[in-house]
């Protein structure tokens, strides 16, 4: 099925990021924004590599969450943690705020 409203899906992040996510819960989320033409997918940083294996080729980006949940990660552990996932595919990336600090 066609999305109803395309131009409204490319500005959605289909996202998952439940701890417990398994790698078909994955390969589905990718699958559904394949379908529905969404603008990305955003997932934690361990499924990465297999979204944007999954995603090669189509306009759908693969995004991730830098220091998720809470943001009290260092500076540097979070520039070693985007490094990373620019590294294995990740095209846009969403970086949790240290809001405490």
Not at 40 to 48: A, K, L, T
Not at 61 to 80: E, Q, R, S, Y
Request: charged letters at 15%; one cysteine or more; glycine letters at 8%.
């Amino acid at each position: 099925m066609a999305a109803p409203y395309p131009s409204i899906a490319g500005l959605i992040d289909h996202t998952l990021l439940r701890p417990e996510a398994t790698r078909a819960d994955i390969l589905k989320l990718c699958a559904e924004a394949l379908q529905y033409g969404f603008a990305s997918v955003c997932i934690n940083p361990f499924w990465v590599s297999l979204a944007a294996a999954s995603l090669g080729g189509s306009p759908v980006k693969t995004c991730t969450v830098i220091g998720f949940p809470l943001g009290a990660t260092t500076t540097a552990a979070k520039v070693a943690e985007a490094n990373i996932a620019l590294k294995d595919g990740a095209l846009e990336l969403d970086m949790v705020q240290n809001v405490g600090a």
